[in-house]
């Protein structure tokens, strides 16, 4: 990936580790990626693949047994791990902000949604004055499709679909350039998240802020994103952008597990054909490429080294021996 002088987000060789009773975890293992105003970069992959992680390390959000042991994470070209803690909390929403998995969990049930889109103003923005909080919530909340009369209500009064909306609207408060969405939609039933996804787009349209979709579901991200990065054991895999990867374009073979796991219709039935094995033990991974224990195209040159990301002739790039090895001879005719 080339350096782009216009990206709000920069990841440069980011590797982050975890210290656990086993030992070492390299939970993100030297990823580089960038993001440009107003595009949405999917991460996908299956838990324990690291994304979340890489999440956390851009919020400067790491817990206590996890460190960034390389490279450099800047965004709007502000290295976040060379600020003081007082400098990234101010950072922190204003600049960057989040949106986690669960909502519920997420807003505090005993101070209803009003009171906390006030603390964002109070802390973030103390000069203005009660009448323009009050004006910049209510227009928060019809930008999500919710009435204002629900500032009153705890977040256990709401459904998991306005709560999330609640969430996002949180996020955007403060016209962040970058917004980090990590699983936003996953404890929601189907129509419910396509309406998230919808408001999503809308509202990024509108905002022209940049995005991290983080999904273990690539039909999702497929359907929202820009570009698509797919995350195993640490790495990035395969990346390009998102109409590759709903086309018949030659994938990583984690990446076509991926795909083939997604529910179609065969005759008159739903099948879902799942990836082979089981993901990876990050403390004692295997040498070479870490997928090749589940990988039925897995050779000798797979155990030998760590395959890296190469540029592939349909736009995209993949960490993969094989597909080399197949370029190569298709070259050659």
Same mark, same amino acid.
Request: proline share 6%.
């Given at each position: ?70 490279? =450099? ?130 509202? =990024? ?50 990446? =076509? ?77």
């Amino acid at each position: 990936m080339t350096e782009n002088n216009s990206a709000i987000l920069r990841i440069g060789h980011v590797s982050v580790v975890y210290e656990t009773e086993a030992g070492l975890a390299p939970a993100v293992n030297d990823v580089s990626l960038e993001l440009e105003p107003g595009r949405i970069l999917g991460l996908v992959g299956e838990s324990g693949c690291g994304k979340s992680t890489l999440a956390q390390a851009i919020m400067g959000l790491l817990p206590p047994n996890a460190s960034l042991v390389e490279g =450099q994470i800047t965004v709007q070209g502000r290295d976040l791990y060379t600020m003081s803690e007082p400098a990234m909390r101010a950072f922190r929403w204003k600049n960057v902000s989040m949106v986690f998995q669960s909502a519920l969990v997420t807003l505090n049930p005993v101070i209803p949604v009003g009171k906390q889109f006030e603390e964002i103003f109070t802390v973030h923005q103390p000069a203005m004055s009660r009448a323009e909080v009050r004006r910049r919530i209510e227009e928060l909340l019809v930008l999500v499709r919710i009435h204002p009369q629900h500032l009153r209500n705890f977040s256990h009064e709401l459904s998991g679909g306005m709560r999330q909306r609640v969430a996002i609207a949180m996020a955007i408060a403060l016209d962040p350039a970058l917004i980090i969405m990590d699983e936003p939609t996953t404890a929601l039933d189907a129509v419910v998240q396509q309406e998230i996804l919808d408001e999503i787009r809308r509202i =990024q349209e509108i905002k022209r802020f940049a995005v991290v979709f983080i999904s273990h579901d690539l039909r999702l991200v497929s359907y929202i994103s820009s570009e698509i990065a797919v995350m195993y054991a640490g790495k990035i895999v395969e990346y390009g952008p998102a109409q590759r990867f709903l086309s018949e374009a030659r994938h990583h073979p984690y990446t =076509q597990g991926l795909l083939d796991s997604i529910p179609h219709l065969e005759g008159e039935r739903f099948t879902i054909h799942s990836v082979p094995g089981s993901p990876p033990d990050l403390v004692h991974l295997v040498s070479g490429c870490a997928f090749h224990p589940r990988c039925a195209a897995a050779h000798e040159a797979c155990l030998a080294a760590a395959p890296q990301l190469k540029g592939v002739v349909d736009s995209g790039q993949i960490a993969c021996f094989d597909i080399e090895r197949k370029q190569k001879e298709e070259a050659h005719g």
